[in-house]
């Protein structure tokens, strides 16, 4: 007998199941449909078919542009997140030392921060160092894109930590030994035989990084200054409700892309660490 | 290079220098330094704007703890706002977790072979943008949206007569809260429950407790842990929350955060800002240490 739950209970459970799958599908559903539908609100009844709102996409600059900056900020801050990940994890995982739970809080510890209180944060301490430097030196740092990186840094960082730590505590220290007893140094261990093992990891951190930085709206609301990244430009054309069809039909396709991407990498992460297994 | 004695103990290893490239704090002053800079001074200087010592305009008052008290004596708006947040927050992490168990459970108990697979169907919507799946809702309950317009060319409705409370309210702020952290819960709650030792429930059963007795005398007890994290896992994201309230919630829908921000932004009155935001961090702070004490004695009880 199945002591989890009895026939009526598991058909229940099921169609609870669906039901919460269309609850959370619906809304994305309704999108996709007002996307190809041929007039410029985004209303019932629908007035045809047509896919214009794609084409418009290419000749919209400022849309352009925003994805680009976008793309940037989460190209460097990934990047630079997923370094600092290696080097904590690294730590946290293979050495011990005095302080290590505190240093595990701090590293973290911005995955709890109301991101508009980070926000904030970063905004009133870059208006204080200009405060300081321009009287005395005529130099500034600003806000702009690279405020906006130094933030996305701090709230990967945990994620990747999060990620690649794991990995490398299931990757036993054994292969480490070997390599060192058949006469590596540990430079060249570290580089030829535990960077290589980690990969699968590293590319989620930083695929997992990438998005969170590409759809992160709270800080660079409050940092970017005058640049504008793609959720600045979505949210601001979202509350004034002009060009709304264009606005969802590059969400669909930003969509459809980081599903393809997240799924595809980790069907390969997958493969990859039961092909290295160890 | 000089050898070191053969190395059968861990902690010998460690201490040879030559085996423990890079150095401990070669490997973490990146990382430390860069948390230290970006995010614990931002956090000090708030604390600082907070008490006055730093200021925007140079004429102001100069250290105080004007703001403060009058924050924490409930004498402005802000703490009735604080407790209306904290009372959204709450309903929408109890809607979740209510929401996420019976799919945890599922997925977890009764799913069998397939369980990855439909549980990846619940998480893709997560990792879709989070202004992508709020525009959603603005799109659907607007006044002009789809429920209102489809309603209208039923002849349901006269048009120009949305349902008002469909959008710009609190229940348009929590619906939207809710659809946005379900996938996401329902990952702690699966993973306990997937982690429960079945013979447990089995000899529950064998003893002759029929499953509902089962349920609440072993799995549920066994599973609290996993529903503890995911309603902190829902609370302390939607406790600062300030998009989705600007975009779906009106006046009707304002929390805490939308204050912070706009605070910041329009009010230009960064001292009260900074009492409220590093209150923020302070009430997220203690309930992170609550529920992380709560949580290891679970964890220890339960072996």
Not at chain 1, 13 to 27: E, H, I, R, T
Not at chain 1, 212 to 224: N, P
């Amino acid at each position: 007998m199945d002591a989890a739950a009895s026939p009526r209970g598991r058909r229940g459970l099921f169609a609870f199941y669906l039901l919460l799958v269309l609850f959370l599908y619906a809304p994305i559903a309704v999108l996709m449909i007002f996307s190809f539908n041929d007039s410029r609100l985004v209303t019932f009844p629908l007035v045809g078919f047509t896919t214009r709102w794609y084409g418009l996409l290419l000749e919209n600059q400022e849309l352009i542009e925003a994805l680009k900056v976008s793309a940037i900020v989460a190209a460097i801050s990934s990047f630079l997140a997923v370094g600092l990940g290696i080097l904590a994890s690294y730590a946290m995982v293979r050495r011990r030392f005095r302080g290590k739970a505190v240093t595990s809080s701090l590293l973290l510890s911005p995955l709890v921060i109301p991101y508009v209180v980070f926000g904030i944060a970063l905004l009133i301490l870059f208006r204080a160092v200009d405060d300081f430097l321009i009287p005395r030196f005529g130099v500034f740092f600003g806000l702009g894109i690279h405020v906006v990186v130094i933030g996305h840094v701090v709230v990967s960082l945990p994620y990747t930590i999060l990620t690649i730590a794991p990995r490398l505590e299931r990757l036993s220290s054994k292969v480490e030994e070997a390599a060192r007893d058949l006469g590596a140094n540990p430079a060249s261990t570290f580089i030829r035989v535990t960077l290589p093992l980690l990969v699968p990891a590293i590319v989620s951190a930083y695929l997992i990084a990438f998005t969170l930085s590409f759809d992160e709206y709270a800080i660079a609301s409050f940092v970017a200054g005058d640049v504008t990244t793609y959720p600045l430009f979505l949210y601001g054309q979202v509350r004034i409700r002009i060009g709304l069809p264009q606005m969802i039909a590059v969400s669909v396709i930003v969509l459809l892309l980081s599903m393809v991407l997240v799924a595809g990498t980790e069907i390969w992460r997958r493969r990859a660490e039961s092909r290295l297994a160890v | 290079m000089a050898e070191t004695a053969p190395d059968v103990e861990g902690a010998t290893r460690d201490s040879s220098p030559a085996r423990s490239w890079p150095g401990t704090l070669g490997l973490l002053a990146a990382p430390v330094l860069w948390l230290a800079v970006f995010f614990l001074i931002p956090l000090l200087v708030v604390a600082g704007y907070s008490v006055g010592i730093l200021s925007l305009f140079p004429t102001d008052a100069g250290a105080n703890l004007d703001d403060w008290s009058r924050f924490l004596r409930g004498d402005s708006v802000y703490m009735a706002l604080f407790w209306k947040s904290i009372r959204m927050s709450l309903t929408v992490s109890l809607i979740v977790v209510i929401l996420a168990y019976p799919l945890g459970y599922f997925l977890a108990l009764v799913a069998g072979k397939r369980k990855y697979v439909l549980l990846l169907l619940i998480i893709v919507p997560f990792l879709t943008s989070y202004l992508l799946r709020v525009l959603a809702w603005r799109v659907i309950l607007g006044s002009e949206g789809v429920i209102n317009s489809f309603l209208y060319s039923a002849g349901l409705r006269e048009p120009g007569d949305p349902i008002a409370w469909l959008i710009y309210s609190q229940f348009t702020v929590i619906l939207v809260l809710v659809y946005v952290w379900v996938p996401f819960v329902a990952l702690p709650i699966f993973v306990t429950l997937e982690n429960l030792d079945s013979s447990m429930l089995e000899a529950g059963n064998d003893l002759g407790a029929n499953r509902w007795r089962v349920f609440w005398r072993v799995t549920f007890p066994l599973s609290l842990p996993g529903v503890a994290a995911a309603f902190v896992f829902v609370f302390i994201p939607t406790i600062g929350e300030f998009v989705t309230p600007s975009l779906v919630g009106g006046t009707k829908g304002t929390m805490f955060g939308n204050a912070i921000q706009s605070l910041f932004t329009a009010g230009l009155d960064w001292q009260i800002g900074s009492v409220l935001a590093l209150f923020l961090v302070a009430v997220v702070g203690i309930l992170m240490l609550i529920s992380g004490r709560f949580l290891r004695l679970r964890n220890l009880e339960t072996g």
